[in-house]
């Protein structure tokens, strides 16, 4: 039995305002960690893997979608001859902008942009970066997002996402309030099962992390209500 993933994975609602509100919400506190130990620590293990695969060379361009406030765009323009970063947040691209400024970072170009939205004809950006980075962005979100991140690459594509996640707060507020799980993972698995009914030969690799971070009661409210709707 054939098993169509296009179908299923276009049958999970999305809403591109919520989202472009969620992460305006949270720019100050993902700009906050990117100087963090385990942020460096991240963003060096990637470097690492991209660097064995050659997937990173000096005159690489390295387009980054769902940049953030610039955690893996900033790494990749002092190592690459240019960046093209883009957000759904418009925080986000703010703090992005003002973080690059701030390193004498000039190869960077960024854009406020939710990436099922874009169209890559009108910026330029079809088969125009040696890599294309995705590092757990829910812009990747169906069929036609995939499709249009393979298209602005003429090399090489990234794409990380959980396969599945613990959140012990969120998990606990749901149960009491009655309210059913969604399963962490989609991305990855329509992701990797389209790539193999489209032709390619996609490599995975997994990693098991464990973090925990603090919050004032009234900012986790405002998140866990976010999340909740």
């Known amino acids: 039995m054939e098993i169509h993933f296009d179908l299923l994975w276009k049958t999970e609602s999305k809403d591109i305002k919520n989202q472009r509100q969620f992460w305006d919400f949270r720019a100050s506190e993902f700009n906050s960690r990117l100087d963090s130990q385990r942020t460096v620590m991240e963003v060096e293990e990637v470097l690492k893997f991209l660097r064995d695969k050659r997937a990173l060379e000096k005159n690489s361009s390295v387009l980054d979608i769902g940049c953030g406030p610039g955690k893996y765009?900033?790494?990749?323009?002092?190592?690459?001859?240019?960046?093209?970063?883009t957000d759904i947040s418009p925080k986000m691209i703010e703090y992005a902008k003002e973080n690059a400024e701030s390193r004498g970072l000039r190869n960077i170009e960024l854009v406020q942009a939710s990436w099922p939205e874009v169209k890559s004809e009108e910026f330029g950006w079809k088969k125009n970066f040696d890599l294309v980075f995705a590092a757990f962005c829910p812009g990747i979100d169906s069929p036609e997002a995939l499709k249009k991140m393979i298209e602005a690459s003429c090399k090489h594509c990234f794409l990380s996402g959980f396969v599945s996640r613990e959140?012990?707060?969120?998990?606990?507020?749901?149960?009491?309030?009655?309210?059913?799980?969604?399963?962490?993972?989609?991305?990855?698995?329509?992701?990797?099962?389209?790539?193999?009914?489209?032709?390619?030969?996609?490599?995975?690799?997994?990693?098991?992390?464990?973090?925990?971070?603090?919050?004032?009661?009234?900012?986790?409210?405002?998140?866990?209500?976010?999340?909740l709707n």
């Not at 765009?73 to 970063?85: Q, S």
């Not at 489209?198 to 971070?213: A, F, H, L, S």
């Open 73 to 85: 765009a900033l790494a990749f323009a002092k190592e690459v001859k240019r960046v093209t970063g």
């Open 167 to 227: 959140d012990q707060v969120l998990e606990g507020l749901k149960k009491h309030l009655g309210i059913k799980n969604k399963a962490w993972g989609n991305q990855i698995y329509f992701s990797f099962n389209l790539l193999w009914q489209w032709g390619y030969y996609p490599e995975i690799t997994y990693k098991d992390r464990q973090w925990t971070n603090e919050y004032h009661i009234e900012q986790m409210a405002d998140i866990l209500v976010t999340r």
